[in-house]
């Protein structure tokens, strides 16, 4: 199963991007790279995934670059209610495996 | 996006007992289901696989006797924690996923906060 490293928090402001990298250097040829967002005591909430270059949807963008070794995920304008811990997941590729939830980024975002 | 129900959300119960958890997909067929465990500030952890009408597949360390899983529809599959103890108290939380590849979209519940007195 391809690993993901990610920082462990970090801290923002309102108003500001947020962007969040992930590494994932043996990330294998099938693999889908996914994030998810979760809050205290409720299930993570899906927010993107994507296999190269761009992703966006109404909520972030996913930025994969050519070797697909990192991605960043980038929030545009957070308010304090995008606090939460944001888990980076790389699928393994083989039919019917599960992705593997690294430690997560704390994210804090202050008025 | 798909609704995945879980119940109860919380429970309390005694050591010895057994606690079922339901966990539902609102509105749409499920053909593989997952259970996570989650401890206070740290992440989930998958406890087993399940698809529907065949036996779950449990991680390692995880002890299949003791929390017994059942994927009987496409809609429900349930999470039986027998001879619950102290140490079983903890946040369990289902997904699912209408097929099996994994580049499809697992949807999660609510979670379900067990703690066993």
């Known amino acids: 199963l391809a690993k993901t490293t990610q920082p462990i928090s970090m801290d923002s402001y309102e108003g500001q991007e947020v962007n969040i990298t992930c590494s994932h250097n043996?990330?294998?040829?099938?693999?889908?790279i996914t994030w998810y967002q979760q809050f205290p005591s409720q299930g993570p909430r899906f927010i993107i995934q994507?296999?190269?270059t761009k992703v966006t949807n109404e909520v972030a963008s996913l930025f994969i670059p050519a070797d697909r070794k990192s991605s960043t995920l980038s929030l545009p304008r957070v308010s304090l209610s995008d606090t939460a811990v944001y888990y980076c997941l790389v699928g393994d590729g083989n039919y019917g495996q599960n992705f593997v939830f690294g430690p997560g980024t704390r994210l804090s975002v202050l008025p | 996006g798909a609704v995945v129900s879980q119940h109860p959300s919380w429970v309390i119960c005694k050591s010895g007992t057994s606690v079922k958890i339901e966990c539902r997909s609102l509105d749409f067929q499920a053909t593989t289901m997952f259970w996570y465990r989650q401890f206070p500030k740290q992440s989930l952890m998958l406890m087993a696989t399940?698809?529907?009408?065949?036996?779950?597949?449990?991680e390692q360390g995880v002890e299949k006797d003791k929390f017994l899983i059942n994927h009987a529809s496409l809609t429900l599959s349930t999470l039986t924690v027998t001879s619950a103890h102290p140490e079983d108290s903890s946040f369990y939380i289902c997904?699912?996923?209408?097929?099996?590849?994994?580049?499809?979209?697992?949807?999660f519940g609510p979670g379900t906060r067990l703690l066993v007195l």
């Open positions: 043996n990330i294998a040829t099938n693999d889908y």
């Open positions: 997904s699912a996923r209408e097929g099996q590849l994994v580049q499809e979209t697992q949807y």
């Open positions: 994507g296999y190269k």
């Open positions: 399940s698809n529907e009408g065949s036996k779950a597949t449990y």
